[in-house]
Nanobody
Framework: QVQLVESGGGLVQPGGSLRLSCAAS????????MNWYRQAPGKVREFVAG????????NYADSVKGRFTISKDNGEKTAYLEMNSLKPEDTAVYYC?????????WGQGTQVTVSS
């Protein structure tokens, strides 16, 4: 079954770190880019970070620049989001998104909670 499988969310204290993973399962077609979005309660879903699958170019939302790093493993068809210096306002459900030759795909989401 073609799907994006996310993992790595959880509860962390302010200033802490988490690493999210997104594995593209059964993807036998081209991936153009993978992205992370997040949605906090009562807010619209927003872009967090993205990476070009071929060249590795990255881009970030201003709110996470310098704290979050997106990376990829082409062989494993997995994208990662390393999140450091986490703040309470980073609390949200984080979603993985893949742009592919067969359209866009979304993961099921993983909860990240930053709280003391």
């Amino acid at each position: 079954q073609v799907q994006l499988v996310e993992s790595g969310g959880g509860l962390v204290q302010p200033g802490g770190s988490l690493r999210l993973s997104c594995a593209a399962s059964a993807f036998t077609f081209a991936i153009y880019a993978m992205n992370w979005y997040r949605q906090a309660p009562g807010k619209v879903r927003e872009f967090v970070a993205g990476i070009n699958w071929a060249g590795g170019n990255t881009n970030y939302a201003d709110s996470v620049k310098g704290r979050f790093t997106i990376s990829k493993d082409n062989g494993e068809k997995t994208a990662y989001l390393e999140m450091n210096s986490l703040k309470p306002e980073d609390t949200a459900v984080y979603y993985c998104n893949a742009a592919t030759s067969r359209g866009g795909y979304w993961g099921q989401g993983t909860q990240v909670t930053v709280s003391s």
